[in-house]
């Protein structure tokens, strides 16, 4: 028998042996992997923590620099732009305005007819118009022509609903989403063009000089009367419903600010007074920048990575734009040093961008019990098609990371906006400080993709101004959603600094 058996049995036991070995020895390793990879989400974790010690830290900066950056020109990282914009619609506007809304790959085209304290908006229609890549990059001229062809088509598409002023040219509301220094409500040269445009040739012209003289050349009677950013759009666009809106926040693809100041505070200021004393300043704030917020270093290979490194960090930590991009280099750092996704590195993780912020949102909100949506969003976007339910955990809890720290900062940004109006209830110990709207109810005015659908990030920060403003002062503040504001606020500024309004 025997001694052939007995080698066999040997040697099976030796390889018995041997594969449990190596099965211990890999689950050791892939325990040792995974704690890796948790160790990667604590560190991150406690990087990017938001407590509300830090957060009122940043509401202090937010206030400082805000200071500085009206006192004068260059005074801080806040460029805190004026907008002429001295009187904001009231309910009373009548008649026929249009509106042109650019800001990205398309823009809109709007009119509206309105009626007046009873009749309020009679009709509004709008057309949305893509522009031709080749037009991103050519030439000033060309793009204008583009676009008021587009505009004097939809011009004369008007119906017989619609009553233009006898005599009197129509008359627009231009929102340009860009950096724009303006020379006074209906003029202003562009600083440089962002969001995938570059047209060398535009830089530094006046952009409603540019749109005039496209419509000349077209033979188009139409007066440019207010160009406005697309925070101060909303703003008007919501301040025609309810007056106690202050302040207006876009929180989209880019993210931006802008209030109703009193015009004594505006030291850099040089005009005559305004109509009403007050202004409404764009604060630009996606610059803002405080040594105080909580930077880790996927930001700051994010930010040297950009196309404009050093500039928007405030937004590269808030924004549509980037939060996709946050949870995409930290899940490369794990799948790189603790084989997160197995052995291979996805080849789409290495990609800029190629995780987007709503891809992050839909596995975040995934309430099924097996993470149904994650594993769909990392098959599609990443290519993998099996993942542990513990991976799927991980990959949320990270998308919560990044999105709470966002929404948390944008709340300390605003409570720091109502800080410098005295609306944050901090004038309540020493009254004198009360200078304005001690008591007051405030709303914020909100916009833009990022707060509309993703309700987690928008349950953060609701939840962050209240904790910051504290129960008795939170009862007087109210964020709201204001859909689409922008266009038809550029159209009710059109109307309430109307060329004709004293004639
Ligand atoms: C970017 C632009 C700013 C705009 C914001 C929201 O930050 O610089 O002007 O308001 O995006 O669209």
Redesign the pocket.
């Known amino acids: 028998m025997t001694r052939t058996v007995v080698i066999v049995a040997v040697a099976s036991a030796a390889v018995a042996c041997a594969a449990t070995a190596y099965l211990v020895s890999m689950r050791i390793r892939n325990r040792k992997y995974w704690n890796r990879s948790l160790a990667i989400l604590q560190e991150f974790q406690s990087e990017c923590t938001t407590s509300l010690f830090r957060l009122r830290q940043v509401v202090d900066a937010m206030t400082v620099e805000m200071h500085a950056g009206l006192a004068s020109e260059g005074g801080s990282k806040l460029k805190m732009l004026l907008t002429y914009v001295d009187n904001l619609p009231t309910g009373d506007e009548e008649g026929l305005y249009y509106a042109l809304d650019l ?1 990205g790959t398309n823009f809109r085209v709007l009119r509206v007819q309105l009626g007046g304290p009873e009749g309020r908006v009679l009709r509004q229609e709008y057309e949305e118009v893509s522009i031709p890549s080749h037009l991103m990059v050519g030439s000033n001229e060309d793009l204008f022509d583009y676009i008021a062809l587009e505009l004097s088509r939809f011009v004369e598409s008007e119906g017989e609903n619609y009553h233009p002023k006898p005599g009197r040219d129509r008359e627009l509301g231009f929102t340009f ?3 724009v220094k303006q020379t006074s409500i209906n003029s202003g040269y562009l600083i440089k063009w ?1 969001k995938g445009f570059a047209i060398p040739d535009g830089v530094g012209k006046d952009v409603v000089q540019a749109l005039h003289d496209a419509m000349k050349r077209r033979g188009l009677a139409m007066r440019v009367t207010a160009l406005v ?3 101060v759009g909303a703003l008007a666009g919501a301040r025609y419903w309810n007056e106690d809106v202050m302040v207006a926040v ?1 929180l ?5 600010a802008c209030y109703v100041e009193r015009a004594e505070a505006i030291t850099k200021y040089h005009g005559e007074s305004p109509r009403s004393g007050s202004m409404v300043i764009n604060m ?1 704030w ?1 610059n803002f920048w405080s040594s105080h917020l909580p930077r880790t270093i996927y930001d700051e290979d994010l930010d040297a990575e950009s196309l404009n490194p050093g500039e ?1 960090g405030f ?1 590269k930590m808030v924004s549509g734009m980037y939060l996709g991009d946050i949870v995409r280099r930290v899940l490369l750092k794990m799948a790189e040093d603790s084989f997160l996704f197995g052995t291979e590195v996805p080849a789409n993780l290495y990609k800029p961008n190629i995780l987007r912020t709503p891809d992050i949102s839909k596995m975040h909100q995934d309430e099924s019990a097996d993470l149904r949506e994650v594993a769909k969003v990392l098959k599609s976007i990443l290519g993998v098609s099996s993942t542990p339910l513990k991976v799927r955990m991980l990959v949320v809890e990270l998308c919560d990371l990044v999105a709470e720290r966002g929404a948390r900062l944008a709340a300390a940004g605003i409570v720091g906006i109502l800080k410098k109006i005295g609306r944050d209830g901090s004038c309540l110990s020493n009254r004198s400080k009360c200078d304005q709207g001690e008591g007051r109810h405030t709303t914020i005015a909100m916009d833009g993709g990022l707060y509309e659908h993703y309700p987690k990030f928008r349950k953060y920060l609701q939840e962050t101004v209240a904790h910051l403003l504290g129960e008795e002062i939170a009862a007087n503040v109210s964020v709201e959603l204001s859909k689409d504001g922008s266009g038809i606020g550029a159209a009710l500024l059109a109307a309430s600094h109307s060329q004709y309004v004293n004639t």
């Not at 989209?252 to 931006?256: S, Y």
């Open positions: 800001g989403s860009f950096p962002t950013n697309d925070t876009i989209g693809t880019g993210t931006n630009e996606g928007q937004e």
